[in-house]
């Protein structure tokens, strides 16, 4: 099988005014919120409620509905509304984005067999909007091109039940919301085509497919693609990426793409770097059978770099991305490199290797130096780094760290719009010591000291950024989800960081645009610049709800 970035898109809602008694959609689906006393319809319900008149209340309590967000009860209606069949799903105490993206992602994996669904959830916001679309697609999603019988069939139409279904504001956000989800969608497909078939070469060429797609839009032209061989990647002297890759039957690449916003003077300009391992065995340093089970995963901050910025170029948004995908696959043979070798990265630093185990940071490494020289006025990199962070932080939330209080604001307001959870970190002054101490080497790549492992590594980043304004992203939790569905979330990929990043580039394009008063433009002037670390612990990140 060859790899392929078209991911099942499932059913791109549509937006209707009509009485969610009268539709005669095949599935209707409703809210209810847990009040003070008992459950209660949600907004957008009332037209089923009046339908039901009195038996609505008696229906709720013998069917034992709470509201509880999450909760989901399917009812034949027997004529009372004209669709057959009604959905009830819990909200919680309010129809807040959070509450509604579950109950949409549930109610969406409860729909079998029909052809089409009405949502008549509240939608009374372009956030609520935001958050049924996403909710319901994502929730939707299951990975089938790897499974023998027919393709599950989603329903033909999915509408959206709303009083501003005409309103410009609404369809934008449902456009753009879309946009967002398919760039998600695709980034999970890459995620779970199995590691076999998604070799970096086969990675780098369902990027150009994904960039020959995206061409062929009027947004086209603003994209370049640049793949590097491993001939290129020699030339360059891009030793991390070409160790790291050493011992694979399928060669390393660096895949570079460029979005210039068309008609824009001087956009604000973000590099985006994305961690590509296509499959993480641990090389010799290798790991035990359990921790390499999902390592096809390795390669999700690549995914995510990759696709988030298409999509910032189908949303025209006015912000210059460069970004750098290196790809690589860490494996056992007679090539392999080993611990004592010392890697020459890109730009001529030195690394002496300890842990083949810790390969992502050697080719980010390499792909951070490319990204240095493009001058950006921020680096975000993406990566599934650290087993440290998911034992810090667990499987849903990720890590960030980076020299810029300002900037790692901005990707905490960025993670919170986009509702991924996201926590800051400390990069610890000590990191640096322990970087140069003990190696033949510029520095070392790891000192087997196994408490804060995850921080080390983001210092050891930081040696490669030439001190720009940069924000590290850890995903290594929630980049892959092993358990069972649960709203928006379902097994495998998860898209993670994606909508972030989107978001991020957003904020920095509007704040180029309204710089707001006595503020340098870029927003990070004043807090960029060596580690910052203990300003980061401020009361103010640390309230954040997640
Ligand atoms: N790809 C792993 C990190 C990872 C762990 C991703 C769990 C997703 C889930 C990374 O390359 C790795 O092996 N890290 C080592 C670093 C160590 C050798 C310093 C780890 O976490 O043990
Ligand atoms: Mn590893
Ligand atoms: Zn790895």
Not at 182 to 188: F, I, K, N, P
Not at 210 to 218: E, I, R, S, V
Not at 472 to 488: E, Q, T, W, Y
């Amino acid at each position: 099988m060859t790899a392929t970035i078209s991911a099942p898109s499932g059913t791109r809602p549509t937006l209707r005014s009509a009485s969610p008694a009268k539709t005669r959609s095949d599935v209707v689906v409703a809210g209810v919120v847990s009040g003070a006393k008992q459950a209660e319809a949600a907004p957008g319900s009332e037209d089923i409620v009046a339908a039901y008149g009195r038996k609505f209340r008696p229906m709720l309590a013998a069917l034992g509905v709470t509201g509880k967000a999450g909760e989901v009860n399917v009812v034949p209606t027997g004529g009372t509304i004209a669709a057959p069949v009604l959905i009830l799903v819990g909200l919680g105490s309010e129809a807040t984005a959070r509450n509604l993206r579950k109950a949409a992602g549930n109610a969406a994996r409860s729909v079998k067999n029909a052809t089409s669904v009405a949502l008549a959830l509240p939608c009374e916001s372009a956030e609520q909007l935001a958050a049924i679309v996403t909710g319901w697609r994502l929730g939707g999603y299951s990975f089938h091109t790897y499974k023998s019988g027919p393709a599950p069939e989603p329903p033909a139409t999915v509408s959206i039940l709303t009083a501003s279904a005409r309103t410009t504001e609404f369809q934008e956000t449902l456009e753009r919301t879309n946009v967002i989800v398919d760039a998600v969608l695709a980034t999970r497909e890459l995620v779970n085509i199995p590691p076999g078939d998604l070799t970096p070469p086969a990675f780098a060429d369902a990027l150009v497919a994904a960039h020959a797609d995206l061409a062929a839009t009027p947004a086209g032209s603003a994209v370049t693609i640049t793949v590097h061989d491993e001939h290129s990647l020699a030339e360059l002297g891009c030793g991390g990426i070409l160790g790291v890759g050493s011992a694979s039957a399928a060669p390393p690449r660096l895949v570079e793409l460029s979005y210039q916003p068309e008609g824009i003077d001087d956009p604000p300009h973000l590099a985006l770097v994305g961690k590509g391992i296509t499959f993480d065995s641990g090389g010799l340093t290798i790991k035990p059978a359990g921790s390499m089970r999902t390592m096809k995963c390795d390669m999700a901050g690549a995914a995510a770099v990759a696709s988030a910025t298409f999509a910032i170029a189908r949303l025209g948004l006015p912000v210059r991305i460069s970004a750098f995908m290196p790809m690589a696959e860490n494996m056992v043979d007679g090539a392999a490199f080993r611990p004592g070798d010392v890697l020459g990265i890109y730009g001529g630093h030195t690394v002496e290797i300890t842990n083949t185990d810790a390969e992502g940071r050697l080719i980010l490494a390499d792909a951070l130096g490319r990204a240095v020289e493009v001058e950006p006025d921020a680096i975000i990199d993406v990566a599934t780094l650290t087993g440290h962070m998911v034992m810090a932080l667990g499987d849903l939330v990720a890590g960030v760290m980076g020299n810029s209080d300002g900037l790692i604001d901005q990707v905490l307001d960025a993670a919170q719009r986009a509702g991924e959870p996201l926590w800051p970190l400390p990069i610890p002054e000590e990191m640096y010591d322990r970087l140069k101490a003990n190696t033949v080497a510029d520095v070392i790549q790891h000192d087997w000291v196994r408490y804060g492992g995850g921080l080390f590594a983001a210092g050891f980043l930081e040696y490669f950024v030439a001190g720009l304004p940069w924000a590290h992203l850890d995903i290594a939790g929630p980049a892959f989800h092993s358990g069972g569905a649960n709203g928006h979330i379902v097994a495998g990929g998860t898209g993670y960081s994606v909508a972030t990043l989107i978001e991020l580039a957003q904020s920095v394009a509007d704040e180029s645009a309204a710089p707001a008063a006595g503020e340098e433009p870029d927003g990070n002037a004043e807090s960029s610049g060596p580690t910052g670390w203990l300003r980061q612990l401020t009361p103010r990140s640390f309230m954040r709800r997640l």
